[in-house]
C-alpha cells in the first residue's frame, strides 16, 4: 500500500510540473510618443507620425569604448551595443495607413519582419490585422576594430598608473560585431481606420517570447497639451569612432 502510494505522489508531483515547464517567459518592451492628430495638424508633405525608438541590448554583442587615452594609446571598455527597434506611420487615406518599422536582432530570423505577427489597436479597443507587409529589407552589418593587450601597472588604489608597450607578445585578432537590420513596411486597410476623433493607436509586433507595443497618443492643441516625444532606452552604449561600418 505505501508502495502504491508513493508511485501516486510522484506521479501526481511529475503532472504538475509538466505545466512549468512548457510556460514560456515574455517579454514586452514599450515606447510612446504624444504628438497632434496628422489629419488635424499635417506635415508640409505627408501626414507623418513621430518615430518612436525602442533600444534594447544584448548581453553577447559588445563594442569597445575609449574611457582614457594613454602614452602611444588608449584604454577601452566593453559597452553593450544599442539595437535601435523603431516605428512611424503615414497616413495614405483615412482608410489606409502605412507602419514603417525597424528591428535590429543578432539573428537574421528575428531582424525578418515576415517571421512577427503584428496587430493595430486603437483607443475604442478596436483591433486591425495587417493587410500587407511591403518592402521588406534585411540588411546584414558588421563592424570591426584592431586592438591589442598591453600590460597595466596599477598603484595599490587599482588605477591605471603605466603602461607597458608590450603588445606585440599576445597577438590579438581583429575584433568584430555583427547584426542584422530588418526593415518594411506594415499596411493596415480599414473603412475610416484614422480619423481625427482617433485619440490613441499602438501597433504590437510579437514573437513567443518577445513583444514591442508602439505607441501614438494624439494631443488636442486647442487645449493646450503638450507635445512630448519619449523614447524607450535600454542597454545603452554608444559605438566607438574608431569601429568602422561594412
Given amino acids: 500500500m505505501s508502495m502504491d502510494r508513493s508511485y501516486r505522489s510522484i506521479g501526481l508531483f511529475l503532472v504538475m510540473l509538466i505545466p512549468l515547464w512548457t510556460m514560456g517567459c515574455s517579454r514586452t518592451f514599450r515606447g510612446n510618443v504624444v504628438q497632434p492628430n496628422p489629419l488635424v495638424a499635417p506635415n508640409d508633405t505627408l501626414r507623418d507620425s513621430e518615430e518612436i525608438l525602442i533600444v534594447t541590448g544584448d548581453m553577447e554583442l559588445n563594442l569597445p569604448t575609449i574611457t582614457r587615452s594613454w602614452d602611444g594609446g588608449e584604454i577601452h571598455q566593453s559597452k553593450r551595443y544599442p539595437l535601435h527597434n523603431a516605428a512611424s506611420f503615414t497616413v495614405v487615406s483615412r482608410d489606409r495607413l502605412r507602419f514603417h518599422v525597424q528591428i535590429e536582432h543578432k ?51 587599482g588605477d591605471i598608473v603605466y603602461v607597458v608597450r608590450d ?26 481606420i484614422f480619423t481625427p476623433r482617433i485619440k490613441r493607436l499602438t501597433l504590437i509586433l510579437e514573437r513567443p517570447t518577445t513583444a514591442f507595443a508602439f505607441t501614438w497618443s494624439f494631443a488636442d492643441e486647442s487645449s493646450g497639451d503638450r507635445v512630448v516625444p519619449t523614447i524607450r532606452r535600454i542597454d545603452l552604449a554608444s559605438v566607438p569612432a574608431a569601429s568602422r561600418q561594412l
Fill in 107 to 157: 539573428w537574421l530570423e528575428w531582424a525578418d519582419l515576415s517571421t512577427w505577427e503584428a496587430h493595430l489597436v486603437d483607443d475604442t479597443g478596436r483591433r486591425y490585422q495587417p493587410e500587407a507587409l511591403e518592402r521588406v529589407q534585411p540588411r546584414h552589418v558588421v563592424q570591426m576594430w584592431d586592438y591589442e593587450t598591453r600590460t597595466a601597472i596599477r598603484d595599490r588604489f
Fill in 167 to 192: 603588445g606585440h607578445r599576445r597577438r590579438a585578432p581583429l575584433g568584430s560585431l555583427s547584426v542584422f537590420r530588418g526593415k518594411g513596411d506594415f499596411v493596415f486597410y480599414s473603412r475610416d
